[in-house]
């Protein structure tokens, strides 16, 4: 199993994001990402075991880029985004499934022309550590 971890930065031994720009800080869940989309959290939907799925919405986003690009992008989202919120929500080891589609869709409905990708993250720490399914 392969695993990448990523620095935190912290306040007080508390998760922060620091946002890259003053549209980003303005805007909750708008993410800057490593391959120059803007994702946008649609939803949060907590489910058991502890596990949290993060879906996000980036216009232009494509499933065909390639594949270190888009494990780059999830792994940003994880890390800037999903594991401050939940730190902040008081998940201290969880699982987190990371999702990125090109349109906002309905969970669990198929939609054969939806664009989309997700990947599984461990939380340790406030660290996010990819995981194999």
Request: net charge negative; charged share 25%; aromatic share 6%.
């Amino acid at each position: 199993m392969r695993a990448r971890a990523w620095r935190r930065l912290t306040a007080g031994g508390v998760p922060v994001l620091v946002a890259s720009s003053g549209a980003e800080a303005a805007e909750p869940g708008r993410v800057t990402l490593p391959s120059g989309l803007v994702a946008v959290l649609q939803e949060t939907i907590r489910e058991d075991g502890p596990v949290m799925r993060y879906r996000y919405v980036a216009d232009g986003f494509d499933s065909g880029a390639p594949l270190a690009q888009v494990a780059a992008d999830l792994e940003h989202l994880c890390a800037a985004d999903a594991a401050p919120r939940a730190a902040a929500a008081g998940l201290e080891a969880a699982r987190l499934v990371i999702s990125l589609a090109d349109r906002a869709s309905e969970f669990g409905r198929a939609d054969p022309q939806l664009r989309q990708v997700f990947e599984a993250f461990r939380l340790e720490n406030g660290t996010c550590i990819w995981e194999a399914f």
